[in-house]
Structure formats: structure tokens, C-alpha cells
């Protein structure tokens, strides 16, 4: 199955709930800012106070040097950040309610969410499942920031850190294993100060393998990416999947689509959904006035592990 965004999901009653009940999550950790604070400060030291201060400077003059503050993700640690990430905002307006209506998870199921940091989405799948493991590379948020963030919101994951490509889960060990605009990043790295990813490892196929030896047969791998092309995406970020690359990704993992795809041409990008986009871009963010979106669009695909 793949599916591209579209304003009708985006404003449907199911995704508009869902939307919701992420926007609660964030306002408890919002509610407990002060809480997030002082962790931060015990752990960081005396240089964490300056860090929401430079953070905010940098959107207004980037060239401003931040080399003495701790980082998360090559920005400063701060609560603020934090919060300002978590925000669900146009893309994870689509993808997280998407990724949810298109999965059965009771208190049972056994979830991996990979890639996730200090995201929402497993605090939410948290709220269904009593069994969900969440990786990500980065030691410090899956140690000490996102099981604070768990606590504070109530609920329980088993965050650790791992790496995508290499998983450390047997084989079929998973009923869901989670994606959501992980693999855009695999290979990102900035260039002339602007984000790149040129996928020419293509390591992104290495992870997806990961992911359908970890599910259990019948089980479902459930990615989004970020999706566009140069001419609908600027130059403030270039990691988007584009669609002659999507087309030979799909072709590999055919056999693996919970539903086939009938026509290719279903998922391009034409002038027509490049409107859309540029609409619903400028609906969410009035206050950056451009012709064209800084992220292009959201796609996402669902893999299944045949029985033998």
C-alpha cells in the first residue's frame, strides 16, 4: 500500500481526532516544561541557560556560534526545542493519524518505533500498547530526554538506543515496526549550510530489510518519507525522496506491499498535487510567506512479511 498526502485525509474526522489526542500529549509535557528544565540543568551544567536564548538568536541570524552549548541533533538542548519539535505540524498532521488508522494494535501487539528520539509517536502507541520498544542512535534522548518525557506523560516504552540497519531483534519478533520520516535522514549531511541527502548508499534499503526480518509473517512494516522533487522543494532542505528513485525503491519491495500498486503514475507528483501542497503549506504556516513548501509532501508505503 502506498499512499500519498491529500487535503481530504488531512481534514477528515478520524485524523482530525487523532491530531487531538497528539496535541494532549504535548500539552502535558508543555504543562511541565519547568520539570523538563531542571533536568536539563543537572545534566548539561552551567552553559544549558544560555541554550533557548541562542537557539532563538540562530533563527534570526544563523552564523551565531554555539560551539560551548550542548546539543541534541546539532542544536541546543533546551525545553523549548524540545517542545517546538514536538509540535505536530503539517507533515506529522497527516502521517501520524495515518500511520495509526492503517494499523490494528490492541494492548498486546508488539510494536518497534525506530528513529523516534524524543517524537510523540511512541508516547501515543504507548496508550494502546503495553508492549512498545522505541530506537534511536542518539544516547543522550533515549536515555535520559524521552523517558523523561514518558514519565511525565504516564506511560511506558522501552527506550534504547539502536541503530536501523543493523537491529538487534530476532527474527520475527514484531507484529508493527514504525518509520515515520526516518529514512529521509539515514545519509543526510550538510552541505554549503544546507541539509542534503543524495541516498547514494542507499542505506535506506538496508533498513527496510531490517524491518521486514523483524516483523513476524503477516506482520506490517509501516513507513512515511518525505517526499518531492527540486522543482517543488527549496533549497532550505534537500533530503527528499524524489520519484524515480520511490519507483525502483517500490519495484524492489513489491513482493511486500500489502497492496499492490496499480499505476505508478498514482504517486507522482503532478501540477495539480503540487497545489495542494503549496495550499495546505500556506494554510499551516501563514506567517512564512513562499510560493513554494520547504518539505515537499508525505508519502507513505506498508510492507508485510509473507508466510513461508
Known amino acids: 500500500m502506498i499512499e500519498l498526502l491529500s487535503e481530504e485525509k488531512i481534514r477528515s474526522c478520524d485524523y482530525l481526532r487523532i491530531q487531538s489526542e497528539f496535541r494532549d500529549i504535548w500539552n502535558q509535557m508543555f504543562l511541565n516544561k519547568d520539570r523538563i528544565d531542571r533536568v536539563l540543568f543537572r545534566r548539561l551544567g552551567p552553559f544549558w541557560p544560555f541554550g533557548e536564548a541562542i537557539l532563538k538568536s540562530r533563527l534570526r541570524n544563523p552564523s551565531i556560534a554555539i560551539g560551548l552549548i550542548p546539543k541534541m541533533g546539532g542544536a541546543p538542548v533546551t525545553s ?32 518497534l518505533d525506530v528513529g523516534s528520539g524524543v517524537s510523540l509517536f511512541p508516547l501515543y502507541l504507548a496508550r494502546i500498547s503495553r508492549k512498545v520498544d522505541s530506537i534511536d542512535p542518539n544516547e543522550f534522548q533515549m536515555k535520559i530526554l524521552a523517558p523523561l518525557l514518558a514519565d511525565i506523560v504516564k506511560l511506558k516504552v522501552n527506550f534504547s538506543v539502536g541503530n536501523a540497519l543493523n537491529l538487534s531483534a530476532e527474527d520475527n519478533t514484531y507484529d508493527y515496526v514504525f518509520s515515520i520520516s526516518v529514512l529521509e535522514h539515514l545519509e543526510q549531511k550538510m552541505e554549503n549550510g544546507i541539509l542534503i541527502n543524495k541516498h547514494a548508499q542507499k542505506l535506506d534499503r538496508i533498513a527496510i530489510r531490517e524491518f521486514i ?3 513476524k509473517p503477516g506482520g506490517r512494516v509501516i513507513l512515511t518519507l518525505d517526499y518531492g522533487n527540486k522543482n517543488l522543494c527549496t533549497d532550505w532542505i534537500q533530503c527528499s525522496f524524489e520519484f524515480e ?64
Open 213 to 215: 526480518r523483524v516483523i
Open 80 to 111: 523549548w526545542g524540545i517542545l517546538q519539535e514536538n509540535q505536530v505540524v503539517l507533515g506529522r498532521n497527516w502521517e501520524y493519524p495515518w500511520a495509526i488508522l492503517n494499523s490494528n494494535i490492541s494492548v498486546d501487539t508488539k510494536i
Open 245 to 308: 528513485y520511490v519507483k525502483d525503491l517500490i519495484e524492489e519491495f513489491s513482493a511486500n506491499l500489502v497492496k499492490p500498486l496499480q499505476n505508478i503514475d498514482d504517486i507522482r507528483l503532478t501540477t495539480e498535487r503540487e497545489r495542494e501542497v503549496i495550499k495546505l503549506w500556506s494554510e499551516f504556516y501563514p506567517y512564512v510567506p513562499q510560493e513554494k513548501p520547504r518539505f515537499g509532501t508525505g508519502l507513505g508505503i506498508i510492507l508485510t512479511k509473507r508466510s513461508i
